[in-house]
């Protein structure tokens, strides 16, 4: 990435309904051998953050579908 680049991301992650979270840690395991490594429970924001991006835009919110696999990070990210 360029120095002045940004990252533009949409991930699904970890829900912040405690109720969905149980699910999706539950369901992690399996989905990960049946969706090439996908993980549901990551909170993106930390990680593109962990990673050395500041996150300028952020939506999240479910998706149509099952809740444990349809709640998503969408945003832009800039290096720090």
Request: charged residues 20%; hydrophobic residues 35%.
């Amino acid at each position: 990435m360029k120095p002045d680049g940004r990252l533009i991301f949409l991930e699904h992650g970890k829900s912040p309904d405690a109720g969905v979270a149980v699910w999706q840690d539950w369901l992690t395991p399996i989905h990960k051998r049946i969706g090439g490594g996908c993980h549901l429970n990551r909170k993106i924001d930390a990680l593109i953050g962990a990673a050395g991006f500041h996150t300028s835009e952020l939506t999240t919110g479910y998706q149509p579908g099952p809740r444990p696999l349809t709640y998503t990070y969408q945003g832009l990210a800039r290096p720090a």
